[in-house]
């Protein structure tokens, strides 16, 4: 199961999030190749962050995946959801950092 939880220091009260959720699950499920029913997309705003010296909108986001995740996977899921960001939340792709894992990358595995 993807989950991606997103930090940001933008104010979401008065946001309409639920196009924020639907197409970041959509993306990511399409990304890693994964259900979208399997997807997991936490938003959390008000976060202190500062970037570059200041405190302009800028988001830090976190993606862990079971699986899936390729330098080009990396690649697109950086773009796509900073494309998202910047056109929801008005936070431009330059200040959105993204920490992508694979929890079977090291050949860890779950006997669960």
Excluded: W
Excluded at 1 to 12: A, F, G, Q
Excluded at 54 to 66: D, Q, R
Excluded at 91 to 103: E, G, M, N, Y
């Amino acid at each position: 199961m993807p989950c991606l939880y997103i930090s940001t220091n933008v104010n979401l009260d008065d946001v309409d999030k639920d196009p924020i959720f639907s197409e970041a699950t959509k993306a990511v499920a399409t990304i890693i190749g994964r259900p979208e029913h399997l997807v997991m997309v936490i938003l959390k705003g008000l976060v202190a962050i500062s970037f570059n010296g200041n405190k302009e909108p800028a988001a830090y986001a976190e993606i862990v995946s079971m699986g899936g995740i390729t330098k080009q996977v990396k690649r697109n899921l950086i773009a796509t959801l900073g494309t998202i960001l910047e056109a929801k939340l008005s936070i431009p792709r330059a200040r959105f950092f993204l920490k992508v894992c694979d929890t079977t990358a090291a050949g860890n595995s779950s006997k669960l």
